[in-house]
């Protein structure tokens, strides 16, 4: 008798998932089809005109699934903002993702227009076209949507409003109020967020803060991150003679910005790229629980190497996540003269380096970049801010033009917070799978204001596929991820606390 | 009666003076008239037409001295040959001049074609065009000829011919045989000389080489030239990941092209210029006569560095004229990612310098890259031709991939040699103004391979104004300098050895 039951209630279960995997599929479809409409709409955030037209049509989807919408106006582009009527017994989730996309060229695309989608399955090394219909019958989850922002960060959205769509046909409850901010310039560093941050914080007001932007982890299982580095920027530029000379004529007397602007940076770093500069990494500091917690991701350093055709990496951290860990100092780019078949005998008026700085929660830009400062003055060589005037070259030798980009924070949640234990369960529950947990990622989403002004802890639960090319030519979204991101939120909205 | 027959031949010098005067003014208007068509033939060495165009007009030019004239092909561009019937009782002079100039961009020219000589006046800051019919009553000497080559190197070319003509009509005798070699590729630095100057040994056979390119001093007064520097290039690429990389994703652990491009640079010299290479400077010593030499050049530092705008010089040398008497090691390029504007947030895959080494006598252009070679080397480094493969990126940590450039050497005559002696009398004499001697000049010219090959002792007699603008936009003769042309031609033709 316990043993019917027992089967009973099993094949209960299993009528039930298979009905849940069935509501799902159809939700996984009409998510493909919105997000080929939502693709459709040019997205370049160098041209305004093009983020109002996603504005009105994301209006228009959130209002469809009861939100209240507003239109937020910055100092730059406007916000999309969209929330749900509230409850005030309930804690409030704030969702933060974008709908702009990087500038596309075509020419580099293997498809006409990257803003209408293409549908392709793989057959050994090539990719093959399909037209919708071929999902009537069946979506098979290895075939990929190809085109600008259905990775980033257009699918998440769409994801995001067939999990409303999902949840009310299912009946479930909202364990959450729930708002959702959209991002017209992510791709331009949404230099108008902090101030846009302070302007609506009572509107931004929420208990949690979860950004659906940037892939899952490359080992594909389901992936928490608990913050991403910040990032400012400086440009070093030094002078030889006013005007390029003669090589002939100056080499040996005029000096050489080149060379001067090498000796400044090779002093910046060791031969394993660990900075010099004292001070650099001033304040960090890994407990061995953390320690653990880096080492637990599953990356596979020999495939990094690999993809990237090194042998040896810098020797800032032991492994990648602990590298991570740090604050950089890149040398994005170096001009001086010219190079290849262009090469002139000439002695170089200028010598420009451009450097990135990623920053940690411990490093302050600010303060980076003064280190920075220190360190060139150190070598001898006078900062100026703008080019020195001919006066100043008379009066002094070894000038540096330095100008400073403005700073992106960095931010980190503990990987203690409750919230991050609650996700890390639900995850575990839905998928079966380890979960992995990023304490910090290396890259930049420029939304350290709402964890700063507004003291909300954030988490990134990325969604889309780790070889989506973003940023890229053929940027694309696998169906597969689609069914995870609908079940992820649809986990997160319906899960209450405690749970 | 003694007093009576001192003023008769004092007047009787006058008038011949007068006389002579009068008949160079007339060969100066003459050369202006053929300078003006020569010109008028394209001669950009990139474009072998132009070249062949110009054999013809001079084939036809100095058949009509009573030259014999050849055509002598090469591996590249042909040579054009001229000699006077010889008389084996005179010793015999070669000359060398080159009829190519530089590429044109007439955009940046201030007359529409820089083929199409036009002829200016200076009134204040402004030069003011003239008809050539302005030059029919008088030739003012501080106007300028504007056109490509007009200095560089066509003027002494024609200013040889009308030389020829001059003599001729005044009735004197050539102290010397007469050989003259003229170079179709020499702004393309004269790749397939050193083989025809082998091949052609016999007919390019002579006691004494002169050279006539390049400026006088820039104080104005006559210039013997003992020597030129050589030169050779060397390219270094430095890699990082495979393709750019993500600066968020990779800042830390993939190594940096550019920083790695920078230490390798950096400890090649110290911070005042001087190479820190061992044995860069090996076997240059000077002498105090020599020394002596080099300070008596009428330079003026405080003008050269605030023409360039620079304080303080490199210290190789203690003072201008002694920093050229080293090798040179000079960065003239340097290339990694984007900057400005374009800056992206990326660590690059690669990082590329161009040096360029001028050379020295005592210093083998060979020997010297070796040693830049083994710098590298030293600082852990791995040296290929190629792109490093996959397969040696994945074996080894810190590849370089060094090019090197082709060797023109350097030459230099001794400052005691008689014709040197010989020519400083006779500019002397001619112009009763001193002379300036330069040991070596900093750029290049190359015959050497006449010097070398051919162990024929060679000076440089600069003919042209030293703010011509060579090279530039603008190019330009002043009318003055042909003045000066003729006469120290006429002077070295007609001046016997001893005299």
């Known amino acids: 008798m316990r043993k019917q039951l027992l089967i009973c209630f099993l094949m209960a279960g299993l009528w039930s998932q298979a009905q849940d995997n069935a509501l799902i599929k159809t939700q996984v479809r009409h998510t493909i089809d919105e997000l080929v409409e939502f693709v459709a709409i040019p997205n370049d955030a160098l041209n305004p005109s ?21 239109v937020l106006p910055t100092d730059g582009l406007p916000l999309f903002f969209a929330a749900l009527p509230m409850d005030s017994k309930k804690p409030t989730l704030l969702f933060y993702m974008h709908f702009d996309g990087q500038s596309v060229d075509p020419s580099k695309w293997d498809q006409p227009d990257p803003y209408k989608t ?16 071929d999902l009537d019958e069946d979506i098979p989850y290895d075939w990929r949507l190809y085109g600008r922002s ?6 998440p959205i769409v994801m995001f409003l067939n999990t409303i769509d999902l949840i009310r046909k299912t009946g479930q409850d909202l364990s959450f109020n729930v708002k959702i901010i959209l991002d ?25 803060l979860i950004i659906s932007d940037g892939p899952v982890h490359v080992s594909g299982q389901p992936t928490i991150v608990y913050g991403c580095r910040g990032i400012t920027s400086m440009s070093l530029t030094t002078y030889g003679p006013i005007l390029p000379q003669h090589s002939g ?15 400044i940076l090779a002093g910046m770093k060791d031969s394993e790229g660990r900075v010099l500069i004292p001070g650099y990494y001033d304040g960090i500091e890994l407990t061995t629980q953390e320690v653990d917690v880096l080492k637990a991701v599953p990356d596979d350093p020999e495939q990094i190497n690999r993809a990237l055709q090194i042998r040896t990496p ?26 290849g078949p262009e090469a002139r005998t000439i002695v170089p008026a200028t010598a420009t380096a451009e450097l990135d700085l990623r920053l940690v929660p411990e490093s302050d830009g600010a303060r980076l970049k003064s280190l920075v400062r220190k360190h060139i003055e150190s070598k001898g060589y006078r900062i100026t801010e703008t080019v020195p005037s001919a006066e100043m070259r008379a009066s002094a030798d070894r000038w540096v033009t330095v100008s400073e980009g403005s700073v992106t924070d960095a931010f980190r949640t503990s990987l203690n917070h409750p919230f991050g234990a609650h996700l890390k369960t639900l995850l575990t529950d839905t998928f079966s799978q380890p979960v992995v947990q990023i304490r910090i990622m290396g890259g930049t989403v420029p939304i350290a204001p709402f964890v700063n002004a507004l003291e909300i802890p954030a988490f990134l ?28 939120l649809q986990a997160i909205l319906t899960t209450p606390l405690g749970e």
Chains 1, 2 share one sequence.
């Open 50 to 70: 093009d983020i109002n037209r996603n504005i009105t049509w994301l209006s228009d989807k959130f209002s469809d699934r009861g939100f209240n919408t507003s």
């Open 118 to 133: 293409v549908l392709k399955s793989r057959s050994g090394e090539q990719w093959q076209e399909h037209p919708f219909s």
């Open 150 to 155: 259905t990775s980033d960060d257009k699918g």
């Open 184 to 208: 017209g310039e992510e791709e331009k560093s949404s230099a108008p967020l902090p101030a846009a941050v302070v302007q609506y914080r009572e509107l931004l007001e929420a208990d949690y």
């Open 249 to 263: 004529h100056y080499g040996n007397y005029a000096p050489n910005p080149g060379m001067q602007l090498s000796q």
């Open 314 to 339: 810098e020797k800032v951290g032991a492994f990648y996540q602990e590298a991570l860990q740090y604050p950089s100092l890149n040398v994005r780019g170096l001009s001086s003269g010219w190079v």
């Open 461 to 488: 639960l990325p969604l889309v596929n780790p070889d989506n090319n973003q940023h890229s030519p053929n940027e694309n979204l696998k169906l597969g991820q689609i069914d995870y991101g609908i079940r992820t």
